[in-house]
């Protein structure tokens, strides 16, 4: 059935049909109405799980990693200050093998104070041993949250998943949602089943001391899964789309890239702007596409490397890793190492800022530029106030 | 035991219990309570952070759990009988 709901609502709507145990939670701008339509759903019955409201999002990742072990399908969503705060049991998280699925509103951290989105807070936990998924729209975020489970809970896999949810952008815009049968979705998610399973009559030790003659091995299994963890995402994203009708390309949807000369790398909402605007492009016979990274950890780099005939690519980062340059661009141009095409970074969208049709047009118009003159600058940061005129 | 990373368990976890596992040595002062002064309000047994007082039926006086104690002195701060004293332990 079709909703007419914002990112956030469709995010505790996931949650709700994933049959979500324990949700533990901590309000953050601009997460909290997850928080908030979540605690409406379990106090009216309509949901039954134990919500669970924290002193901080420290404690509710704790929380969730308890409740995990004893076989809960567990559930947070967060922010910005707030991500930041969970760091170290983000690494818990992973480290003990927890599959906790996390919308994560994505903000900017402070200071100053700037409550808007980019990705700087997603960005900053690449590292710790989550997957990363990247939602272009409303759709795609209750789809994800469902998918995230699927695969994080495989006992192939079992790490945790974030699903980044540009804010404001998406978290509190409303769009048309359809959201699909409770029976389908239990086809889809069987219930979560751990093993071994922390059981009072079973007694065992979770988590205790690992020394140095094994701490490498358990390292290297987390490293291992989460490289097989790109074939149950595109298994995840198969299945999904035999059932509910919608898929979404695995790890990279790629668009209009064919026969295109210059491909735009970007992640998120941004990127519905940016195949808008190479459509209109096309039109005039410029050929350009856009590579769509939904999943950024694990790292697609089988896809991306497959990009590496194009004469022209360009890295849209939506947030800036400042000393060296963003992220993404710097992990697409490790994945594409030996290619001798032009590669460029374009930074932009940040603190709240829109990311405009025009900002788009500029950015394939100076890719098709650089393809025929050489590469004018490694970085752009797009939409700068720099007295240039040029947007 | 293990011999690769393919014989690990899925996640790190095991069956042995810590309960002979000595980590009380590491203590400085001991806490030592006074039997006379104790009242079984047994709030050293809900304030101890580690498990390491002992009340084996209700109505006994609490006792310390030596081989698990850390010696932070909780309990002797929380108890409001004044029946217990932190002893330093021998060089």
Redesign the interface.
Known sequence: MIHAITANHAAALAAKLARVEVAAVYPITPQTTISEKLADMVSNGEMDARFLLMESEHSAMSALIGASYVGARTFTATSSHGLALMHEVLMWASGVRRPIVMPVAARTIGGPWNIWGEHMDVITERDVGWMQFYCENNQEVLDTVLMAYKVAEDPSVMLPAMVVVDGFILTHTVDAVDVPDQSLVDKYLPKFAPDPVLDMDDPRRFGGLVMPDWWTEFRYRIATDMEGAKERIREADREFGRLFGRSYGGLVEEYRTGDADAVLVVAGSAAGTAKEVADRLREEGLRVGVARIRVFRPFPSEEIARLSSKKVVGVFDRSFTFGDGGAMFNEVRSAMHGSDNIMKNYVGGLGGRDVTAAHMEWIFRNMIDIGESGLDRKIEWVGLRDGSGRW | M?E??RD???????????EDMPTGTWRTFRPVIDEEKCNNCYFCWKFCPDLSIVVREEGDHPSVDYVHCKGCGICANECRAGAIVMEREPL
């Open positions: 293990y690769t990373y690990l368990p899925p996640i790190q976890v095991t069956t042995q219990s810590t």
